[in-house]
C-alpha cells in the first residue's frame, strides 16, 4: 500500500527538505538585499530573504571567498536587552525557505523569541561553488562546519548587533554546527540544541559520505565539476535516500507497485547544484569537534558552557547516534532519545513530542 499518512506528512516536512532541499537555492534578487549593518529592526517582513554582504571571507585553511555573502531571514522581534535571538542554522542540502513552514512557531515561538534562520556556506543561497561569480565550481575553495559557524558569528555580530545568543540550534549538518558553536564559541549562547546532529562522524557516517562522494566523482556526467545545467546522477540519490530510514520503514510504506515511480522522482531530483554537494560533503567528512584534542570527545564537552539539549534518533542510519551520547554524557547534557522507525527523518515522524522537548527546554 502507499505512504500512511503520518509518513507523507514526514516525507514531506523531512525528506524534501533534508535530501532534496535545493528546489529554492536561487539567491534572492539585489534589490530585496539590505546593506551590511542593516538593523534588525528594519521594515523587512518576517521571512524575507536577506543578504549580509561581508566582501572576504577568511577559511580555516588559510583561503579566502571572495565576494562573500551569507543568506538569512529572521522572525519576531528582538527585545531591548537583545537576549531573546536563537541561531537555526541549514542541513545538508538545505536552505531557509525549506526551514520557514518547519521551525517558526513549530520549533520556536516567534512571539517570545527574535529568530534568525541563516543559510550555511554551499547551499545555493550563502557563498557558493554555484553562484560565486570569481570561484565557480570546483574552484570554489573547500570550507569546514567551522568556516560556517565563523560567517554566522559575523552575521549575529556585525550585522544584526547582538552580543550573546538566547539558543543555537540546528537539525543534521545544522545539529554539526550547533555542536561547533558549543566548543569553539562557549560564551556565545545561553542554550544549544542539536538535533539528529553530531560532535564527529562515526565510521558508519564516514562510510556513507565517502561513497556519495565517490559516486558523485566517478559519474562522468558530472565532468570533475565541468558539467553543464544540472544533471541526473543517480547513484548519489540513490545512495543518499537509502540511508534517510530504515528498511522497515521504507518496505512497509512504499509498496511494489509504487517503487518504480517512486524511484524516478527520486533520481529525477537535480534541484541541488552537485557542486554545492560536493563541498558541504566535504565540509562534514572534516567535521570533528574534538580534533583540537585528538579525537577525544570529553575533552571537548569540557570546553561546553551552555546548557544543552541533544536529540538523536535510535535507528537513524544517515547520522549515527553514538558520538551525540557519549558527548551528552560528558558535558551533562539533556539527552532525549527518538526511538520510532523513521531514522534520520524521526524529527518529521516524532514533531510533537520534538517539539515538546524544544520548547521545554528553552525555557530553563
Not at 542540502?93 to 534568525?116: R, S
Not at 565510521?203 to 566517478?218: C, K, T
Not at 540511508?243 to 537535480?270: C, G, H, K, Y
Request: net charge negative.
Amino acid at each position: 500500500m502507499d505512504a500512511s499518512p503520518r509518513v507523507r506528512i514526514a516525507l514531506a516536512v523531512l525528506v524534501s527538505c533534508i535530501a532534496f532541499a535545493a528546489a529554492c537555492a536561487s539567491p534572492a534578487p539585489a534589490a530585496a538585499r539590505p546593506p551590511v549593518g542593516a538593523s534588525p529592526r528594519a521594515t523587512v517582513a518576517d521571512g524575507a530573504q536577506r543578504m549580509a554582504e561581508f566582501g572576504t571571507c577568511t577559511l580555516e585553511s588559510g583561503e579566502t571567498i571572495a565576494p562573500c555573502r551569507i543568506g538569512y531571514r529572521t522572525f519576531g522581534k528582538l527585545d531591548a536587552a537583545k537576549s531573546n535571538a536563537v541561531l537555526f542554522s541549514t542541513w545538508f542540502t538545505g536552505t531557509t525557505e525549506k526551514l520557514v513552514d518547519g521551525v517558526p512557531d513549530k520549533l520556536v515561538d516567534t512571539k517570545k523569541y527574535y529568530l534568525i534562520l541563516v543559510d550555511a556556506i554551499g547551499d545555493g543561497v550563502s557563498s557558493s561553488p554555484s553562484n560565486s561569480p570569481t570561484q565557480a565550481h570546483l574552484r570554489f575553495p573547500k570550507f569546514t562546519i567551522r568556516d560556517m559557524v565563523a560567517t554566522q558569528e559575523r552575521l549575529v555580530r556585525d550585522v544584526l548587533h547582538i552580543e550573546r545568543l538566547h539558543t543555537v540550534m540546528g537539525i543534521s549538518m545544522g545539529g554539526m554546527q550547533a555542536f561547533e558553536w558549543a566548543v569553539s564559541r562557549p560564551d556565545a549562547m545561553a542554550h544549544v540544541v542539536s538535533i539528529v546532529g553530531t560532535p564527529q562522524l562515526a565510521s558508519q557516517d564516514m562510510l556513507l559520505w565517502n561513497a556519495e562522494l565517490h559516486a558523485l566523482e566517478a559519474d562522468v556526467t558530472y565532468a570533475h565539476g565541468e558539467y553543464q545545467g544540472r544533471p541526473k546522477i543517480r547513484t548519489v540519490q540513490d545512495i543518499h535516500t537509502l540511508m534517510l530510514m530504515t528498511a522497515a520503514q521504507r518496505s512497509s510504506n512504499i509498496s511494489r507497485s509504487a517503487f518504480p515511480a517512486w524511484l524516478e522522482q527520486v533520481e529525477s531530483d537535480t534541484n541541488f547544484d552537485w557542486n554545492d554537494w560536493h563541498r558541504q560533503l566535504e565540509a562534514m567528512l572534516a567535521h570533528d569537534v574534538a580534533a583540537r584534542w585528538g579525537g577525544n570527545l570529553e575533552e571537548a564537552a569540557h570546553r561546553v558552557k551552555a546548557k544543552m539539549l541533544l536529540v538523536v534518533a535510535e535507528q537513524d542510519q544517515m547520522v549515527n547516534p553514538g558520538p551525540a551520547k557519549l558527548f551528552a554524557k560528558a558535558a551533562h547534557a539533556r539527552l532525549e532519545v527518538l526511538g520510532g522507525p523513521c531514522g534520520h527523518l524521526a524529527p518529521g515522524c516524532e514533531q510533537p513530542a520534538l517539539a515538546r522537548y524544544v520548547r521545554t527546554f528553552m525555557e530553563e
